[in-house]
C-alpha cells in the first residue's frame, strides 16, 4: 500500500513577538519590523503513514505534535519542506472545534459537515447515524452552549466518524467524555482500521498507542527522536519524559546512560492503604517498595525516587542522600520501602521511577523508569490537580459562626 | 449502533499538497467546491444574530427605515432640496450602499472574529468574508421589500426598460464587494485597526456617492471625474431604474415658481449605464485576482497570528 500522508523535512517556525503590534500605527512607527524570537516548533520532521495505518503521535506538551497535525490538515503552512496527502481528512483538534455554541446540536452537525467539506444532501443521509452514535437524541435541538463538554466531545466524534473520510486525524479528544463513549469511539477506530482507513493520533497516553496503533512516533521539542513499534515508542516517550524532569536536578539518572547492574532493581510494587483496591483517594498514604540485590557489596549507593504526572511534569524528585539517609554498605538483596505519608493529588495516573547511583551521580547502577503507576480516584467533584487542605469559614454579620 | 455505509476497496486517491498555496484561480475552484460551507456559513451568521432578539429580521428593516427618517426630514423639510418622491430616491441609492458598507464592515472583521475557527479548521478561508456578503445579501432582499412597499404604496412605477440592468448593476456591486472583502479581510488579521480605519473611509466614501444628493449636482462640475468612484455607475443605474427620472420638476410649498433640478443625465441611454457598469466589472475582476493574490500570501500565517 502506498502513502497516504507524506511529510518530507518539514520544519516549522513560529515568530514570538515580544510585544504583539496588532494595530497599523505601530506597524507604521517600527516600518513593519517588530522585535521578535524565533522558536521551531518543528525541524525536518520525515514520516510516512501508508494506507489503512494507524499511528500514534506522542510527546510531551509543547513537543510540536500539534503542530504537526495542523500543518498535515493545511491550517499551518510549514516554514519548509513537503506534506501530501491522498483523500479526504476529518479532522478533530480540540474539542468542540467548529461548534457554535448558539446554534443547536442539529444545525452544528450540518455545519461542521460543511467544514469538513460535505454537502448537505450527504449530511442528510448520515444525519440519523451521527445522532444514534453521538446518544444525545433528546437534546439535538437544543443550543450546543448548554451542553456538557462530554456531549461536546461526543457530537464532534460522532460527526468526524461518520463523514466517510479516508484519513481522521485525532488530536487527544478522547481523553473527554465518560468511560463507556471513550470504549465506544475505541470500538469505531477499530472498525475504521479495518475498513482499511488511515488514522493519525496524538496522545499522551501510552496504552492507547498499545492498544490502538500500527506504530508511534515520538516527538521531543519539534524533533522526532522515535518512528517505531508501539511499545518502543512508549518506552522512548517515557525516556524523553524522564530526561525532561531529571535535567534541573541534574540527576543524571537519565537513559541513555549505560547501567553497571552492581546493584540490581529485581522488582518494585505500589502498596495502596486497601489492598482491594488499585487506587488511592486524595491524601492517603501510599507506599512504594523497591527490591534490590546487590551480588557484590557496593558501598556508595543512594536510591533515588521520581514522579511524574502524565503530562510529564516532575512532582517529586528526591534521593535517600538528599533526605540525609546514609544507605552504608549494600550487599545480597533487600528492600528499600519510600513511605508517602500522604499524596495530596487529585484525580490521575502517576507514573513513578526509581533508580539506584552513587554519591555524585558518576555511576548508574540500574534505573526503572515509569513502569510504574500511582493511579488516583477522586470521588469529590474538586477539580484540579494539587488535594489543598482546605477549609472554608463563613462569619455572618449576626455573629453566628459555621464552619465547614 | 450506526455503520459507516462506504468501504475504501477503491483504489488509492492520488496525492495532493498540502504544504503549497493554491494560486489565484485554484482558490477560487477550492471556494467553488466549498461552497454550500458558505451556504452554512451565511445562514450561521444570520441565525445568531436573530436568534435571541424578539424582533428578529425586523432589525434589518429599522437601519433603513431610520436612515429615511432622518434624511427625508434633514433634505426634505429643512433644506428643501425639492425632489419629490424623495423617498424613492433615496431608498433606491441607500439599499445597494447599505449592502456595501455594513457586507463591507462584517466581511473586514470576517477573519479575527472567527479565530476559533482558522484556528482548528482547514477550509478555504476566502469563504469567510464571502459568508459576510452573503449575509448581506441577504438583508438587502429584505431591505428591497421595503423598496416595493413604498412604490406600491405611491403607485410609483419604475423604468421597466431599465430594470433588466438591476442584476448587472447588483453582480458589480458584489464584485467590487468581493475584491476590497477579500484583501482588507487579509489585512485586518495583521493590522486589527483596518475596520476602524474602514469605518471612516466609508462614512466619507457614502458622502462622495450620489446617494442622498441627485448624481447631476455633482458632475456638471466636476464631470466625468465623478465615474471613477465605482459605487457611482452602480448607484446611479439603480436610480435610473428605480427612481425613473432625469430631470425633475421642483415645485416650492410656499408657491414659488417651479424650477427643474437635473437628477441624472439626459442623453445616457441603456448602453451608457452598462458600459459604466462594464469598466467597474473589469476593474473589479483584476483587483478580486490580486485580492485573493494577497490573500493566499498573508493566508500562511493567519492561524498564527490570530
Redesign the interface.
Known amino acids: 500500500m502506498g502513502a497516504v500522508i507524506e511529510i518530507e523535512g518539514v520544519s516549522k517556525r513560529f515568530r514570538l513577538y515580544k510585544e504583539k503590534a496588532h494595530s497599523l500605527k505601530e506597524r507604521v512607527i517600527k516600518l513593519g519590523r517588530l522585535p521578535y524570537e524565533e522558536f521551531w516548533a518543528l525541524r525536518d520532521i520525515d514520516l510516512e503513514v501508508a494506507q489503512g495505518e494507524t499511528v500514534g503521535l506522542l510527546g510531551h506538551n509543547g513537543s510540536g505534535k500539534s503542530t504537526l497535525l495542523k500543518c498535515v490538515t493545511g491550517i499551518l503552512l510549514p516554514t519548509s519542506g513537503r506534506i501530501a496527502k491522498a483523500g479526504r481528512i476529518a479532522a478533530l483538534l480540540e474539542l468542540g472545534s467548529g461548534m457554535h455554541p448558539e446554534l443547536t446540536g442539529r444545525e452544528n452537525i450540518y455545519m461542521n459537515g460543511a467544514l469538513l467539506g460535505f454537502s448537505r444532501a450527504h449530511i442528510d443521509t448520515i444525519f440519523d447515524d451521527i445522532v444514534a452514535f453521538s446518544e444525545i437524541e433528546t437534546f439535538i435541538d437544543n443550543q450546543v452552549k448548554h451542553y456538557s463538554s462530554g456531549m461536546y466531545a461526543r457530537l464532534a466524534f460522532a460527526v468526524a466518524v461518520n463523514v466517510d473520510p479516508e484519513i481522521l486525524v485525532i488530536d487527544e479528544v478522547l481523553a473527554v467524555g465518560d468511560e463507556s463513549f471513550a470504549r465506544k469511539c475505541i470500538e469505531r477506530i477499530k472498525q475504521f482500521q479495518r475498513e482499511g482507513r488511515t488514522i493519525l493520533l496524538v496522545t499522551h497516553q501510552a496504552d492507547m498507542v498499545r492498544q490502538i496503533c500500527d506504530r508511534a512516533a515520538v516527538l521531543d521539542r519539534g524533533n522526532l527522536v522515535t518512528v517505531g513499534a508501539p511499545g518502543e515508542a512508549v518506552l522512548s516517550f517515557r525516556d524523553t519524559l524522564l530526561k525532561r524532569g531529571l535535567d534541573p536536578v541534574a540527576e543524571g539518572v537519565g537513559p541513555g546512560a549505560a547501567t553497571t547492574k552492581q546493584v540490581r532493581i529485581v522488582d518494585a510494587a505500589i502498596v495502596y492503604p486497601d489492598p482491594a483496591r488499585k487506587h488511592l483517594f486524595p491524601s492517603e498514604p501510599v507506599t512504594i517498595r523497591l527490591q534490590y540485590e546487590a551480588p557484590r557489596p557496593v558501598v556508595d549507593v543512594v536510591f533515588a525516587i521520581n514522579i511524574h504526572d502524565q503530562a510529564g511534569n516532575l512532582l517529586l524528585g528526591t534521593n535517600t542522600d538528599i533526605l540525609g539517609i546514609d544507605v552504608g554498605t549494600v550487599r545480597g538483596s533487600g528492600e528499600v520501602t519510600f513511605a508517602l505519608d500522604r499524596v495530596p493529588l487529585l484525580d490521575g495516573v502517576y507514573l513513578v521511577s526509581l533508580g539506584v547511583h552513587s554519591h555524585d551521580s558518576g555511576i548508574e547502577y540500574d534505573h526503572r523508569d515509569q513502569r510504574d503507576f500511582l493511579e488516583v480516584l477522586n470521588p469529590s467533584k474538586t477539580v484540579g490537580l494539587v488535594h489543598f487542605p482546605l477549609h472554608v469559614e463563613i462569619t455572618t454579620s449576626h455573629g453566628a459562626e459555621a464552619a465547614f | 449502533?450506526?455503520?459507516?455505509?462506504?468501504?475504501?476497496?477503491t483504489p488509492?486517491?492520488?496525492?495532493?499538497?498540502?504544504?503549497?498555496?493554491p494560486n489565484p484561480l485554484q482558490r477560487a475552484a477550492l471556494v467553488w467546491?466549498?461552497r454550500?460551507?458558505l451556504?452554512?456559513?451565511v445562514?450561521?451568521e444570520l441565525?445568531?444574530k436573530y436568534?435571541n432578539s424578539a424582533l428578529g429580521f425586523v432589525w434589518s428593516l429599522l437601519n433603513p427605515a431610520l436612515y429615511l427618517v432622518v434624511f427625508y426630514i434633514v433634505f426634505q423639510v429643512f433644506l428643501k432640496n425639492g425632489i419629490p418622491y424623495f423617498a424613492i430616491f433615496l431608498l433606491a441609492g441607500l439599499l445597494p450602499w447599505n449592502l456595501y458598507g455594513v457586507a463591507l464592515g462584517a466581511a473586514t472583521a470576517s477573519i479575527t472574529s472567527n479565530a476559533?475557527?482558522?484556528?482548528?479548521?482547514?477550509?478555504p478561508r476566502e469563504i469567510l468574508p464571502l459568508a459576510a456578503i452573503g449575509a448581506g445579501l441577504v438583508h438587502f432582499a429584505l431591505q428591497t421589500l421595503v423598496l416595493f412597499a413604498a412604490l406600491l404604496l405611491f403607485r410609483y412605477p419604475p423604468a421597466w426598460s431599465y430594470l433588466p440592468l438591476i442584476p448587472l448593476a447588483l453582480f458589480t456591486l458584489v464584485l467590487l464587494l468581493a475584491a476590497f472583502s477579500v484583501g482588507l479581510a487579509a489585512i485586518n488579521v495583521?493590522?486589527?485597526?483596518?475596520q476602524h480605519?474602514l469605518e471612516l473611509a466609508l462614512l466619507a466614501w457614502f458622502w462622495m456617492t450620489p446617494i442622498v444628493y441627485p448624481y447631476r449636482q455633482v458632475a456638471d462640475r466636476v464631470g466625468s471625474l465623478f465615474l471613477l468612484n465605482p459605487l457611482t455607475p452602480i448607484v446611479i443605474t439603480f436610480q435610473r431604474a428605480i427612481y425613473n427620472k432625469t430631470d425633475v420638476v421642483s415645485r416650492p410649498k410656499g408657491g414659488g415658481p417651479p424650477s427643474v433640478i437635473h437628477v441624472l443625465p439626459p442623453h445616457a441611454d441603456w448602453l451608457w449605464y452598462t458600459r459604466n457598469l462594464g469598466i467597474v466589472i473589469v476593474i473589479s475582476s483584476l483587483m478580486l485576482l490580486g485580492a485573493l493574490a494577497i490573500f493566499g500570501r498573508l493566508e500562511?500565517?493567519f492561524?498564527?497570528e490570530i
Open positions: 449502533m450506526a455503520s459507516i455505509s462506504g468501504s475504501i476497496d488509492q486517491r492520488p496525492l495532493s499538497e498540502v504544504s503549497t498555496r467546491r466549498y454550500e460551507l451556504v452554512s456559513l445562514r450561521k441565525k445568531i436568534k476559533s475557527l482558522v484556528t482548528k479548521v482547514w477550509f495583521y493590522a486589527r485597526d483596518t480605519l500562511d500565517n492561524a498564527e
